[in-house]
């Protein structure tokens, strides 16, 4: 589809992030279709584990199946135009992909650590260190894929663990003492 500009002028269309002119590739079509069917297929798989919630209504008039429904309906919507988009030519208008040509696969392995150690930890140690935990090794994976120098530092470790206590030590307190919601503890008193 050629675009007219301000001026009047006819433009033809806009290439796919990559190419210098002409359609997207089949490769690049494909896999953006898969995509797409992807967040389709998910947005189905939400809407069919959303039938067996009960739709009897709670607080405000709104059952607990009203937020699986609405997540459901977005993502088939989407999934379907993204899709749509694909077939019909490729996603337009994409910018230049930017960073590194190859994955920082440290940086996932970090990453990746922080998060299957606060599964494994979080009965053991508690809510607000085993979260702490994981925000330190995420953080340090993050730093090491910016190529942070200082990532290595005594400093930057101490300023993680911090930020990590003064993150989660919050969302705890506020979960166990204002809302009365139960989370792992390392103490009996509901502070720690």
Not at 30 to 53: D, N, R
Request: hydrophobic letters at 50%; proline letters at 6%; glycine letters at 14%.
């Amino acid at each position: 589809m050629s675009k007219i500009d301000a001026s009047g002028s006819l433009h033809a269309p806009l290439p796919l992030a990559g190419q210098a002119d002409g359609p997207a590739a089949p490769a690049a079509v494909w896999a953006q279709t898969l995509v797409g069917a992807s967040v389709l297929l998910t947005g189905l798989a939400l809407g069919f584990g959303a039938i067996g919630i009960s739709s009897e209504a709670g607080y405000g008039g709104i059952g607990p199946n009203f937020l699986p429904w609405l997540v459901s309906a977005v993502l088939t919507v989407c999934g379907g135009w993204i899709v749509w988009e694909a077939r019909s030519g490729g996603f337009r208008e994409l910018d230049t992909p930017s960073g590194a040509a190859r994955p920082y696969l440290a940086g996932f392995v970090w990453v990746s650590a922080g998060l299957l150690a606060n599964a494994a930890l979080i009965t053991s140690l508690g809510f607000v260190l085993s979260c702490t935990v994981c925000y330190v090794l995420a953080v340090q994976g993050l730093r090491r894929a910016e190529g942070q120098a200082a990532a290595r530092s005594p400093r930057s470790w101490l300023i993680d663990i911090a930020t990590g206590l003064a993150i989660t030590a919050p969302v705890y307190w506020t979960f166990t003492k204002f809302l009365a919601i139960g989370l792992p503890g390392l103490t009996a008193t509901g502070w720690l």
